[in-house]
């Protein structure tokens, strides 16, 4: 069930263009104003384990990163009038990996808003597998207006 300050995955997929295999959020379990905690339950039925490191299921690095930046998102873009916008990465900035993300894991990623103008913002993340440290870091954003994704993906023609 899902209350004022939560969403559940029917709610997330309002709010995140995201869609399976590169939804990486499960759920929201906190939402603030500057602060949001999310879920990623990994299994071993995930598609990237079957390529990544046969024989060693590790839920890829960039992966756990992406997840902290959909989370971030779901704060961003949540708000109704910011419905329909995007927020793609910009930069990566003080990321660390500090223990393998493996089957049977969840991971609980706590994003910070820390600044946020116009078009242009930063957050930091942490995800962990309990109370250890699985990854973190400090994600630029940038913020397109509906229809814009195009445009700022084809700047090079």
């Known amino acids: 069930m899902s209350g004022?300050?939560?969403?559940?995955?029917?709610?997330?997929?309002?709010?995140?263009?995201?869609?399976?295999?590169?939804?990486?959020?499960?759920?929201?379990?906190?939402?603030?104003?500057?602060?949001?905690?999310?879920?990623?339950?990994?299994?071993?039925?995930?598609?990237?384990?079957?390529?990544h490191m046969p024989g060693l299921p590790v839920m890829?690095?960039?992966?756990?990163?992406?997840a902290i930046a959909q989370v971030g998102g779901c704060l961003i873009l949540n708000p109704p009038h910011m419905r329909g916008r995007l927020a793609l990465l910009a930069g990566i900035d003080r990321c660390r990996f500090r223990r393998p993300v493996l089957p049977g894991d969840t991971l609980t990623i706590e994003v910070e808003l820390r600044a946020q103008r116009k078009r242009l913002g930063k957050m930091r993340g942490v995800a962990r597998v309990g109370e250890e440290v699985a990854a973190e870091a400090e994600i630029s954003f940038v913020l397109l207006e509906?229809?814009?994704?195009?445009d700022a993906a084809d700047t090079d023609r």
Do not use: A, C, W
């Open 4 to 51: 004022p300050s939560s969403l559940d995955i029917t709610e997330i997929l309002t709010i995140l263009p995201h869609r399976y295999p590169f939804l990486l959020v499960d759920r929201i379990t906190e939402m603030g104003e500057r602060r949001v905690v999310g879920l990623k339950n990994v299994t071993i039925n995930e598609p990237f384990l079957v390529g």
């Open 60 to 66: 890829p690095g960039v992966l756990i990163i992406e």
């Open 146 to 150: 509906p229809g814009q994704g195009r």
